[in-house]
Each structure stands twice: as C-alpha cells, then as structure tokens.
C-alpha cells in the first residue's frame, strides 16, 4: 500500500532529482515508522530493512529509467545507471521487498490497530488481514501497475511514450481494467475477469489494424501491435498476480 501511495504522488510530479529524492525519503521514513508500529520479531526487522531499502530502490530507479527512456536529461544521475540498469534496480528492489515481507510471514509483525479499526467499521464480518491486503492490492493497480508496465515496454523496444499516441486512453484504461479484473478475482468470477480480457482485445482490433506505416515516429502497424500486446499483458500479469496473492493469503 505504501508503495503504492508513493507512486501515486510521484505520478504529479517533476523527474527532477530532488523531487524524487524526497519521495524516496518519504517512503524510507514512512516504512520504518511502519514496522515500529507492527512490532516485528527477531528476522522480521531484517525483513522491513529489506522491504524499506526495496521502496527507495523502487523510487529512485523506475524514475530514472522513465526519464532517461523518454529522453529527458537527467544530468544528475550517475551516467553509469544507464535506463536498462535503472529499470533492473526498480523491479530487482520491489521483489526484494515483497518477498522479504512475505518471507518473513507473522514475525513481519501486525497491524493491530488498523484491524481494531476494521473491526469497528461496516467491514467487521470479513476477515480485516484480507480487507488490508485488498486495499493495498487496488492501490497497487492505479499507478505503481502503470509504471511496471511502461518500464518494460521501453526495455523490450516499444516505448510508450511514442505508441500511446496512437492507442489513446491506456494510461486511463489500464488501471480501470486492472481494479476490474482485481474486482472479479477477489468476488471468485475468473470467467469474468476472461471476458474482460477477451472484450479488450476486440475494441481494439479495428484499432490495430489501420496502417501506421506513414505515421511519424512509428515503424508500421506491428509496432503498434506489440505495444498492444506486450503492454496488455503485463498489465493483465499484474492484477493476476494480486488476485493469486489475496486468495493465497486467504487460504493461509
């Protein structure tokens, strides 16, 4: 959920190095006041450092890969963070904290009072840990979703910046897609959440096939294609991989 927070504030923000820096300080502070409000035990600390060093990794380089991708000059940064490396230390830092939280299991520590909230609250008869991870899940998929996706779309050579001209609205329809496909797999609707795919893919067929081969700035039709269809599934891979870690989380 944090990570999220963070990305929905850098979203309205500069790329320039200060900015991004007090995102990333942010971030720190705000996750090290949140373990010492769970209280983790023993290997769990190791984990919240862990989880804590993954979110400013996590800032720091998708920002700088997003930037150097788009061209944009960011003199400031060492050189040798080339836009390959920045995005690698961003997704290698958000797995590293994922999974040191995961890992670490209930010695991470709880949230004791934001479930004796929930348990206060009209959500009382559903379990709060799960109410928690759902939240945190719909953050996700609003921005910090959106930059996965654009990070790897410049890394495989179809950058977005330049196809999204053209495919308009997916900035906006991706998170909308994403919080329903989220929506659907937490209800138990997989079939749903298929035909939202399969309803996606036919919208944008006609799209895909108008030739592009003049346009500026576009090498051709498949360009635009494998935008669609590397973007689309990323973002689809995303709010799978919530669904499967909410119901994990259920079933433990």
């Given at each position: 959920m944090l990570v999220g927070?963070?990305?929905?504030?850098?979203?309205?923000?500069?790329?320039?190095?200060?900015?991004?820096?007090?995102?990333?300080?942010?971030?720190?502070?705000l996750s090290l006041l949140?373990?010492?409000?769970?209280?983790?035990?023993?290997?769990?600390?190791?984990?919240?450092?862990a989880a804590t060093l993954g979110i400013a990794g996590w800032v720091v380089g998708s920002a700088v890969a997003v930037a150097r991708f788009g061209g944009v000059a960011t003199t400031?940064?060492?050189?040798?963070?080339?836009?390959?490396?920045?995005?690698?230390?961003?997704?290698?830092?958000?797995?590293?904290?994922?999974?040191?939280?995961l890992l670490a299991g209930p010695a991470a520590g709880r949230a004791s009072f934001l479930l004796a909230g929930l348990d206060r609250s009209g959500l009382a008869h559903l379990p709060a840990e799960r109410v928690l991870l759902v939240l945190a899940a719909l953050v996700v998929?609003?921005?910090?979703a959106n930059v996965i996706v654009r990070l790897l779309?410049?890394?495989?050579?179809?950058?977005?910046?330049?196809?999204?001209?053209?495919?308009?609205?997916?900035?906006?329809?991706?998170?909308?897609?994403?919080?329903?496909?989220?929506g659907l797999g937490v209800g138990g609707s997989l079939t749903g959440a298929a035909v939202v795919v399969a309803?996606?893919?036919?919208?944008?067929?006609?799209?895909?096939?108008?030739?592009?081969?003049?346009?500026?700035?576009?090498g051709g039709?498949?360009?635009?294609?494998?935008?669609?269809?590397?973007?689309?599934?990323?973002?689809?891979?995303?709010?799978?991989?919530?669904?499967?870690?909410v119901a994990l989380a259920a079933s433990g």
């Amino acid at each position: 959920m944090l990570v999220g927070g963070l990305d929905v504030v850098r979203a309205r923000q500069r790329l320039g190095r200060r900015p991004v820096l007090l995102v990333a300080a942010l971030g720190t502070a705000l996750s090290l006041l949140a373990a010492v409000l769970v209280g983790p035990e023993g290997a769990g600390w190791l984990a919240w450092i862990a989880a804590t060093l993954g979110i400013a990794g996590w800032v720091v380089g998708s920002a700088v890969a997003v930037a150097r991708f788009g061209g944009v000059a960011t003199t400031r940064w060492p050189a040798a963070l080339t836009p390959a490396r920045a995005a690698g230390l961003a997704y290698a830092s958000l797995l590293l904290g994922v999974l040191a939280l995961l890992l670490a299991g209930p010695a991470a520590g709880r949230a004791s009072f934001l479930l004796a909230g929930l348990d206060r609250s009209g959500l009382a008869h559903l379990p709060a840990e799960r109410v928690l991870l759902v939240l945190a899940a719909l953050v996700v998929q609003i921005s910090t979703a959106n930059v996965i996706v654009r990070l790897l779309l410049d890394l495989v050579g179809v950058p977005a910046s330049d196809n999204e001209k053209t495919l308009r609205g997916g900035r906006i329809l991706g998170p909308m897609e994403r919080l329903l496909i989220l929506g659907l797999g937490v209800g138990g609707s997989l079939t749903g959440a298929a035909v939202v795919v399969a309803a996606k893919s036919l919208l944008r067929f006609p799209e895909l096939r108008v030739p592009r081969a003049g346009d500026p700035g576009y090498g051709g039709a498949s360009d635009v294609t494998e935008y669609f269809l590397v973007g689309s599934f990323a973002s689809w891979l995303v709010a799978l991989s919530t669904v499967g870690l909410v119901a994990l989380a259920a079933s433990g």
